[in-house]
């Protein structure tokens, strides 16, 4: 994600960006596995820069190397808490 944050000239280093992620596991056919992810993101931000900030967070999982890998097999749910200093 901060490649696409740093793209729009919103850093995300250091202690700009931090995330809480929470995995399902459940049985579907009697053998467990994780089923869905949710992550929720923290992103401290410049002023003025919200709607960039949204459009990255909109488009990241595209080139997240580990949504990719799941995609198919994990459902993903994205949340995100923006502060503008």
Not at 3 to 24: D, T
Not at 57 to 76: D, I, M, N, S, Y
Request: charged fraction near 30%; aromatic fraction near 8%.
């Amino acid at each position: 994600m901060s490649g696409a944050l740093e793209a729009r000239q919103i850093p995300s280093f250091p202690n700009k960006l931090s995330g809480q992620f929470e995995g399902f596991i459940e049985a579907p056919e009697g053998i467990l596995k994780i089923t869905k992810i949710k992550c929720h993101y923290k992103l401290i931000i410049p002023e003025g820069k919200r709607e960039a900030a949204e459009r990255a967070l909109h488009v990241f999982e595209r080139g997240c190397p580990v949504a990719q890998t799941l995609k198919g097999c994990v459902a993903f749910e994205h949340d995100w808490e923006i502060i503008e200093e």
